[in-house]
């Protein structure tokens, strides 16, 4: 299997990972378990993705049936925005580790750069952005020095074999950088062809850290949730190099990214399209293809919370 060896501990991470986001309640353990016969060994999770306990669940009967060892797994999660506090983080953490059944992460990342009051999880869990009124919760008072140091202290203490950024521009990474004991490994963005972030991935590299591309197929993941936009999966650039490579849309899209080191974690909740996403490695776009694919970037971005309240304008 195609890895990154992550600075600081060359833990390997996976290039093609299984993303949890959306992945149905009722459904998550079997297409976990499906999803690691396939050959899957990343389970990108999150707490606010409502599903650890069901993915945990996944990752069990796997182990229990033989397929896996927990060692052979990768499993990543994130700290909500309402846990950014000193006291918030390790709690979480561990709550947590708790619904997935597991002692360690791989990974665990502040999913993004914006404090939220907190939400006490015996009142609401996940606490997403809104309260019980459907106002954006209101925002927190944790510089991201103090998280972070906090979540510094789940490595020291084996909750967390590395530790990571996600949602993060170019400036917030100079900032940490000042005052990061142990620096983030992994930053994981959105990133398509219509949203390249070619200097956000150059920079990232200069600096040792490891890039995990989401929402792969760009606008595809949005459509359920109301988003308007040209698919990319029907765009003739890529339509035109799925049929050259004899290969699908989605698969180009994957390995425009693999190829460059740049790790994927696309979700489905179909086993055949699972099986097709983790088959993604299997051929090599030429340089011109790949040059084609990034110049159909126009900065389209689809997870934007400034859409949610102009208050959490971080891409701005
Ligand atoms: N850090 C963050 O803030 C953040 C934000 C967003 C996502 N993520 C992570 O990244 C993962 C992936 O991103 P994503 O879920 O937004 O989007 P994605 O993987 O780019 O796309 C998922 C969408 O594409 C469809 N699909 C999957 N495989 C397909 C195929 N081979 N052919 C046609 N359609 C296909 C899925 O439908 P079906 O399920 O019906 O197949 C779903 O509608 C998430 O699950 C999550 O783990 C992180």
Known sequence: MATIALARTTHKMPLVGFGLWKVTNSSCADTVYNAIKAGYRLFDGAGDYGNEKEAGEGVRRAIKDGLVKRED?????????????????????????????????????????????YVDPAERYPPEWWDATKKVVTLGSTPMHETWKEMEALVDDGLAKNIGRSNCQGSVLVDMLTYARIKPQVLQIELHPFLSQDAL???????????????????????????????????????????????????????????????????????????ENFDCMSFDLKPEEIKALSDLNCNFRLNDPSEIDPRLAIFA
């Open 201 to 275: 991935v150059k920079f990232a590299k200069t600096l040792g850290i490891a890039i995990t591309a989401y929402s792969s197929f760009g606008p595809q993941s949005y459509f359920e949730l109301g988003a308007d936009g040209q698919s990319l999966f029907t765009h003739n650039v890529v339509a035109a190099l799925a049929k050259q490579h004899n290969k699908t849309p989605a698969q180009v899209l994957l390995r425009w990214a693999t190829q460059r080191e740049i790790a994927v974690i696309p979700k489905s909740n179909s086993e055949a399209r699972l099986k």
């Open 73 to 117: 797994l990768f499993i990543t999660s994130k700290l909500w925005n309402t846990f950014h506090a000193k006291e918030h983080v390790k709690p979480m953490a561990k709550k947590q580790l708790g619904l997935w059944g597991l002692d360690y992460f791989d990974l665990f990342l502040v999913h993004f750069p914006i404090s939220l009051q």
